[in-house]
């Protein structure tokens, strides 16, 4: 039998569980609205207190030539202005005076930052007549590390910085016109620096983080992405080779009276481009210092007719089609021509009718004798040949590079037909007549030219360039034969003399190309004159084209035979290449 006595603990733990159990289900509900029912609500509500967090900005990469010498970097550098007011607020604290009071701190910031110490102090006593509580000043911007650290020391709490990337170029102008420049906003606008955005731009990071409803942020809620800055770009150029090229045909261009001048040095074995020289130039640091015009590259966006530059490929089609040798057959050719189509062709000089050979016709650089050699095949043979050696087709995907222009078959008239022969009525770039003699030196085959070694990820991770396309464009008996006839030009020629480089057999060819005028024909008494070659002769290693634009002192290709020797003479230094130990064999006859 239960007693009261007994009932009543019962009773109480019953009423004590209902309570609990009651609890228990409003908990349950509760959990059950937030998590399924108004889920999608506090979901929403929540992301209002999740803060959007700060942007951590990444460095861009460098660009470095072959060796590793820096020619592009972004350093930090601080932007400072003072606030007048908090400066006359401490000035005026006579309980508590600065240590280092305005007259003094105003000459030890202008030291530091190299400003005139008068000059500073009147220009902020200007901006405090003019407004009584302005907290603005300018002082100087693009101040470096360590101009930042000395105005820290000075613990003046009216001094306040502002951080930030600014892209710099060590060694200045050399090979600034391929390297490129960014704008004010950090954008690329040119040369290496836009056609390797890819690689050289970083990925900024991000650190975000969660606030509660009172705007504090919640302990543990911090999530931060690091920055990954850009990856280093290593070109083929050697910078060293670069800034003597640039020095030399800036002086050679001036002395001729010329308005430009370039030099091009591919290395024959690898299609690497080794200098890139122009004058005039830019110094990236300091675009205003130069013309907007030398802003660009022209080695690669300026196209022109090659001239006599290009007769050897029209040699190469003849001899592999024709059956045509460096000394048979012959033709006659006097110095003007009329042929039985209307066309009228001219060489260069007078002289008395000659029967050519085809070393002969190179080495006199006859126009009409080519004419005949070239007839000898189809034009469309011959289309195929400057196909072959590049004509109509970009060298490296620099920035705005043009293809030049091969007009097809079907456009050329009675005129054209011949002058095709001897490099008119078609366009190059100085790159493209180094990579079509690239293709002769290395024994035919011809292999794509290349401006970038490989991009390396902050990380270290090296990624190569992709290799380059190697074909063989002609056979490597034509490749021997156009050698020697080239080795005659620069022998026999009537630059020989000044082309001369002690110790070494080197092959050379001159183009004197017509400017057009813009209204379909050509300018009167000026020309883009040219000259390549290649050597050693006996064991090619590098070619070299150097051109000027418009010179006026000597206004012939021989304009060009004093920067070439120089260039070709430096590179064999350069690169420690070895003399010529083969004799030349014996002199190919001009005439029959």
């Known amino acids: 039998m239960t007693t009261r006595a007994t009932r009543s603990p019962r009773r109480r733990t019953v009423v004590a569980l209902a309570v609990i159990l009651s609890i228990l289900c409003v908990f349950i509900v509760r959990l059950v609205d937030i998590q399924v029912v108004s889920a999608d609500e506090h979901v929403n509500q929540s992301l209002k207190y999740l803060g959007e967090g700060d942007s951590i900005p990444g460095q861009r990469g460098d660009i470095v030539d072959a060796d590793g010498t820096v020619l592009a970097e972004s350093v930090t550098v601080y932007d400072y202005v003072m606030d007048p007011k908090a400066m006359k607020t401490v000035e005026d604290n006579e309980k508590n005076p600065p240590k280092l009071p305005w007259a003094e701190a105003s000459t030890k910031i202008a030291e530091i930052m190299g400003l005139n110490a008068d000059e500073l102090r009147a220009g902020v006593a200007a901006a405090q007549a003019e407004n009584p509580d302005t907290q603005w000043y300018q002082l100087k911007n693009g101040l470096n590390a360590e101009q930042y650290t000395q105005l820290r020391a000075l613990k003046l709490p009216y001094l306040h910085a502002t951080e930030r990337e600014k892209r710099v170029y060590p060694n200045g102008a050399v090979a600034g016109n391929v390297i490129g420049f960014l704008n004010g906003s950090g954008d690329a606008q040119a040369g290496i620096e836009k056609m390797e955005g890819q690689c050289l731009a970083p990925s900024n990071g991000t650190q975000s983080y969660r606030r509660g409803m009172d705007g504090v942020v919640i302990?543990?809620?911090?999530?931060?992405?690091?920055?990954?800055?850009?990856?280093?770009?290593?070109?083929?150029?050697?910078?060293?080779?670069?800034?003597?090229?640039?020095?030399?045909?800036?002086?050679?261009?001036?002395?001729?009276?010329?308005?430009?001048?370039?030099?091009?040095?591919?290395?024959?074995?690898?299609?690497?481009?080794?200098?890139?020289?122009?004058?005039?130039?830019?110094?990236?640091?300091?675009?205003?210092?130069?013309?907007?015009s030398s802003w660009y590259s022209k080695?690669?966006?300026?196209?022109?007719?090659?001239?006599?530059?290009?007769?050897?490929?029209?040699?190469?089609?003849?001899?592999?089609?024709?059956?045509?040798?460096?000394?048979?057959?012959?033709?006659?050719a006097s110095s003007k021509e009329k042929f039985e189509n209307g066309a009228v062709i001219n060489d260069a000089f007078v002289h008395p009718t000659y029967n050519y050979t085809l070393a002969g016709a190179l080495i006199d650089s006859s126009n009409v004798a080519l004419s005949k050699f070239g007839t000898m095949v189809s034009p469309d043979v011959r289309y195929d040949y400057l196909q072959r050696f590049g004509v109509g087709t970009e060298t490296v995907g620099f920035p705005s590079e043009t293809s030049g222009e091969l007009h097809p078959t079907s456009e050329w008239d009675n005129q054209s037909l011949y002058t095709t022969t001897f490099g008119q009525h078609f366009t190059v770039t100085a790159p493209q007549v180094a990579g079509a003699y690239q293709a002769i030196a290395n024994g035919g085959e011809k292999i794509d030219l290349s401006l970038i070694e490989s991009c390396t990820d902050a990380d270290g991770t090296v990624h190569e360039a992709a290799a380059p396309k190697k074909e063989q464009i002609i056979k490597p008996e034509t490749a021997a034969e156009l050698t020697r006839m080239l080795e005659n030009v620069a022998v026999q020629g009537g630059n020989a003399e000044r082309i001369k480089v002690p110790g070494y057999r080197v092959t050379s060819k001159t183009g004197t190309a017509q400017i057009p005028d813009g209204n379909g024909g050509y300018k009167s008494g000026v020309y883009y004159t040219s000259m390549v070659g290649f050597a050693p002769v006996d064991d090619p290693q590098y070619v070299v084209i150097v051109t000027l634009d418009q010179p006026t002192r000597v206004t012939s290709s021989a304009a060009t035979a004093s920067a070439f020797q120089k260039a070709m003479t430096q590179v064999m230094k350069t690169y420690r290449v070895m003399p010529s130990t083969v004799p030349m064999d014996a002199l190919l006859p001009k005439f029959e």
């Open 219 to 292: 302990p543990g809620s911090e999530r931060t992405v690091d920055a990954v800055n850009g990856g280093t770009v290593q070109l083929t150029i050697n910078s060293d080779l670069n800034w003597y090229m640039q020095q030399m045909i800036a002086e050679e261009a001036q002395a001729q009276g010329a308005q430009g001048g370039t030099v091009t040095v591919v290395d024959v074995k690898t299609g690497k481009i080794r200098a890139a020289a122009e004058w005039p130039t830019v110094d990236p640091n300091n675009l205003d210092g130069s013309s907007p």
């Open 299 to 332: 080695l690669f966006t300026y196209a022109f007719e090659p001239g006599s530059t290009f007769k050897p490929v029209t040699a190469a089609a003849i001899m592999e089609n024709a059956g045509v040798t460096p000394t048979s057959p012959t033709v006659t």
